[in-house]
């Protein structure tokens, strides 16, 4: 299986305030780099079957912009919301092992933690709407290989 973990991107709110943190949308800047990568996504053929989505709205946002240009489904995963992490992966991957290709679209540090574990240890960092390409070689046991990291900046 190919599992795509994609960092939302920019995200920004002048009166910030951590009780509401699930409702920080993306910014101008955010919106506008997440199209440019998104064309650079379909480029890159990635063979997905479904785009999961954590439901904080500046993910939903980033793996909207995505799907669209894609053509394919958002389906909301609420085990992606900021805490994600390899217990929280195998649960997603139990409801969706026939599946070849998964895009989840989430958050840090999870994300970073999460791959360095599936690589068997090793330390990354996803930026803002970076994407990184893990192959599993084994679903059960979570081990894979990172096959690439790219930043936002090398997709647009």
């Known amino acids: 299986m190919r ?9 920004d709110w002048p009166q910030w305030d951590m009780d509401r943190d699930h409702e920080r949308p ?3 800047e955010g919106v506008k780099k997440m199209k440019a ?7 890159l053929d990635l063979g997905l079957n479904v ?6 709205t500046r993910a939903w946002q980033t793996a909207d912009i995505v799907a669209e240009r894609l053509m394919i489904e958002v389906l909301e995963e609420p085990l992606l919301a900021p ?8 649960e997603i991957l139990s409801r969706h092992a026939d599946k070849n290709a998964l895009m989840l ?17 090793g330390r990354l960092e996803m930026k803002k709407g970076g994407l990184a390409r893990v192959d599993l ?9 990172l ?3 790219l930043t936002s900046k090398a997709l647009t």
């Open 147 to 149: 096959v690439w990291l």
């Open 83 to 90: 805490g994600f992490n390899r217990d929280r992966l195998r």
């Open 51 to 56: 785009i999961l989505s954590s439901p904080y």
């Open 3 to 11: 599992l795509y973990f994609l960092r939302h991107g920019i995200a």
């Open 105 to 121: 679209v989430g958050h840090e540090p999870g994300f970073s933690l999460t791959i360095g574990e599936l690589i068997g240890g």
């Open 137 to 145: 070689d084994s679903i059960e046991a979570l081990q894979g290989r």
């Open 37 to 43: 990568e998104a064309k650079a996504i379909v480029q």
């Open 26 to 28: 993306l910014n101008d």
